[in-house]
């Protein structure tokens, strides 16, 4: 089976604390997604990269930061976290154009303090 | 992007056919209809996919509209373990075809 592993599934970080979230596919997959999800606003897209050190803004990318250094890796940044971005994340990899292909992981959940 | 309405929420008697409709009014002629779900905790997981025809896997069916301005999918026989958020996706043609845009979806509780 495809797994796409986030490194914590649980994080408690401080305001202003620089935050990194690690996600790893073992599949060999091109496109790698970052989205959050809140309580009444669905999941929303963060960054996605379509190849190694390639990135693009998805719908909110404000306050944060993406790497992509290897294939099979893609890590989130918060350059200084706030209140406001205590949310899930979830982490994503599909192969190509291949929207059934979605594999995401089980979510970190940040609580900023 | 061609958007989608769904119901915020409906409920299923367990063992009975669960109907999730979603509305995709705007969709173009090269659009695929796409559901995911999500189980409490866990991450998306996709269920099935279509653009004009019926489709049925092992999970669901799809039903689409001969306009395909809606479709409905269907789960057969709801068990306790289909209660889940249920998203309708239309996947956007062209630049950025790989990217998926979730809405609210509709909370499925399949009751005892």
């Known amino acids: 089976d495809v797994k796409v592993t986030q490194s914590s599934r649980y994080l408690v970080k401080r305001t202003g604390e620089k935050v990194f979230l690690e996600c790893v596919q073992d599949?060999?997959?091109?496109?790698m997604f970052w989205y959050r999800q809140d309580p009444g606003l669905g999941l929303r897209l963060i960054y996605f990269?379509?190849?190694?050190?390639?990135?693009e803004k998805g719908d909110i990318p404000e306050g944060y930061s993406v790497s992509r250094e290897k294939k099979e890796r893609f890590s989130l940044i918060l350059e200084s976290a706030s209140t406001n971005q205590t949310s899930m994340y979830l982490c994503?990899?599909?192969?190509?154009?291949?929207?059934?292909?979605?594999?995401f992981g089980s979510g970190t959940r940040l609580t900023v303090v | 992007d061609a958007k989608t309405t769904q119901p915020p929420s409906m409920d299923c008697a367990e063992g009975r056919a669960a109907n999730l409709p979603c509305n995709h009014s705007?969709?173009?002629?090269?659009?695929?209809v796409y559901w995911y779900r999500q189980i409490h905790s866990q991450g998306p997981q996709y269920i099935i996919h279509?653009?004009?025809n019926n489709e049925t896997n092992e999970m669901a069916s799809l039903i689409i509209t001969e306009d395909r301005k809606s479709s409905t999918l269907i789960l057969p026989h709801a068990t306790l373990r289909d209660t889940a958020v249920y998203y309708c996706?239309?996947?956007?043609?062209?630049?950025?075809?790989?990217?998926?845009?979730f809405g609210k979806g509709t909370k499925l509780s399949v009751i005892p």
């Open positions: 990269s379509y190849d190694v050190k390639m990135k």
């Open positions: 994503a990899s599909t192969q190509g154009a291949v929207a059934y292909g979605y594999t």
């Open positions: 599949m060999d997959h091109e496109n």
């Open positions: 705007t969709i173009s002629g090269n659009e695929y």
């Open positions: 996706i239309v996947r956007p043609s062209g630049a950025g075809s790989y990217q998926l845009t």
């Open positions: 279509g653009l004009k």
